[in-house]
């Protein structure tokens, strides 16, 4: 049995506004063998922001990708999955949407993004991101006891809790 890997999806303040958009990409999820280990609906403050995306802090962007993010809320999964990380990112497509249009048609980013910053999706880059990001948004969550204890739990008999969006075993 090979290990799950965890990532963290956010999808942003734009299609949560979209209920038929966000339903979409919710069924791409699952229908992409991801394990929705946490989800919550939060309005991302701006301290969460700008620790979240403290690399671009001197960027020119930066302002304005902390003054959305913090517009309204988004979505922000612990997603699970062998290759979690390098699958969600195949998934989303190319970050700036231009590019996502023409090269990645189908991607998420390809269909329900709208700008560079309004790009429908987070995903993150490699393990020890996710496990900082993680951390910023879920600092319940732990990371290393999940591996433990939970992860052999959603190798099988797992059900997706639709109004939670989040999946379950018969045990929990």
Wanted: net charge positive; proline share 5%; no cysteine.
């Amino acid at each position: 049995m090979t290990a799950l890997q965890l990532t963290l999806a956010i999808i942003k303040p734009h299609v949560i506004k979209n209920p038929f958009s966000l339903e979409a990409i919710r069924n791409i999820i699952v229908s992409s063998n991801f394990k929705v280990v946490k989800s919550k609906r939060k309005h991302i403050t701006p301290d969460e922001a700008e620790m979240f995306y403290e690399e671009h802090m001197h960027k020119f962007f930066y302002n304005r990708l902390i003054t959305f993010m913090t517009s309204g809320p988004s979505d922000v999964y612990i997603l699970a999955k062998e290759n979690a990380i390098k699958d969600w990112r195949t998934l989303m497509g190319p970050t700036k949407v231009y590019k996502a249009q023409f090269e990645a048609r189908e991607s998420i980013r390809g269909k329900y993004g709208f700008t560079d910053t309004r790009n429908a999706t987070h995903g993150s880059d490699s393990p020890e991101t996710a496990k900082r990001e993680i951390g910023i948004f879920f600092p319940e969550f732990d990371y290393e006891g999940w591996f433990k204890t939970e992860e052999p739990k959603f190798h099988h008999n797992l059900k997706l809790d639709k109004m939670n969006f989040v999946h379950v075993t018969d045990n929990r």
